[in-house]
């Protein structure tokens, strides 16, 4: 059974601090994604990385930075977290060899800053 | 050019009736449309997807309709069950890389 899990289900961080969201795959895909889910706006890319050490900017990557050092995991780091900043937030997995592109997502973190 | 619209924002149906939301793209180079169910505390699931070459994937009770020229599809749920109760987002990609997703659609279904 195939599996993405993250670090945590709920987080409550103060403005300021710096926030990790940590992402673990075990079906070996090189592809990895990290998005924001807000309602009304949909799942929104942040970033996402098709490769050890290698990342994209997705559609809203102001105020994040991520890092991939291992295959089966991806970090969401949060420089100074803002109010703004929460949100639920989703990490996903896939990989390119298939010819659906399926995703395959975690169960997400809601984030809520202070 | 990267938004994909998404309508209605929600919608109830009673149990056995049709539920359809529609979406539309602008980018012509989208190589890949999937459909997404999620339910509460949970992420999305791939529910059925299809590529631009085929006008109409069905699998059980869902479909996908295509329309390439017009730049839109949509999902329709047969005989639609309480169980369908979700949030249904529509998305579009190429190359499997960078994901668009609709706003979603929270679909009630009355039993």
């Known amino acids: 059974d195939v599996k993405v899990t993250q670090s945590s289900r709920y987080l409550v961080k103060r403005t300021g601090e710096k926030v990790f969201l940590e992402c673990v795959q075990d079906?070996?895909?090189?592809?990895m994604f990290w998005y924001r889910q807000d309602p009304g706006l949909g799942l929104r890319l942040i970033y996402f990385?098709?490769?050890?050490?290698?990342?994209e900017k997705g559609d809203i990557p102001e105020g994040y930075s991520v890092s991939r050092e291992k295959k089966e995991r991806f970090s969401l780091i949060l420089e100074s977290a803002s109010t703004n900043q929460t949100s639920m937030y989703l990490c996903?997995?896939?990989?390119?060899?298939?010819?659906?592109?399926?995703?395959?997502f975690g169960p997400g973190t809601r984030l809520t800053v202070t | 050019q990267q938004q994909v619209k998404q309508s209605p924002q929600s919608l109830i149906v009673q149990k056995g009736g049709i539920s359809i939301i529609n979406c539309a793209y602008e980018?012509?180079?989208?190589?890949?449309f999937p459909w997404y169910q999620q339910f509460p505390g949970k992420g999305p699931a791939l529910l059925i997807a299809?590529?631009?070459?085929?006008s109409e994937k069905k699998e059980g009770r869902f479909t996908i309709s295509f329309n390439k020229s017009a730049k839109q599809f949509s999902l329709h749920i047969m005989a639609s069950q309480t169980g369908d109760s979700a949030t249904y987002f529509c998305?579009?990609?190429?190359?499997?890389?960078?994901?668009?997703f609709g706003p979603g659609t929270r679909l009630s279904v009355l039993p």
């Open positions: 980018n012509t180079a989208f190589d890949y």
């Open positions: 996903a997995s896939s990989s390119p060899g298939r010819v659906d592109h399926e995703q395959y």
């Open positions: 990385s098709y490769d050890v050490k290698m990342k």
């Open positions: 079906m070996d895909h090189e592809n």
């Open positions: 998305a579009a990609t190429y190359y499997g890389q960078n994901f668009v």
């Open positions: 299809i590529r631009p070459d085929v």
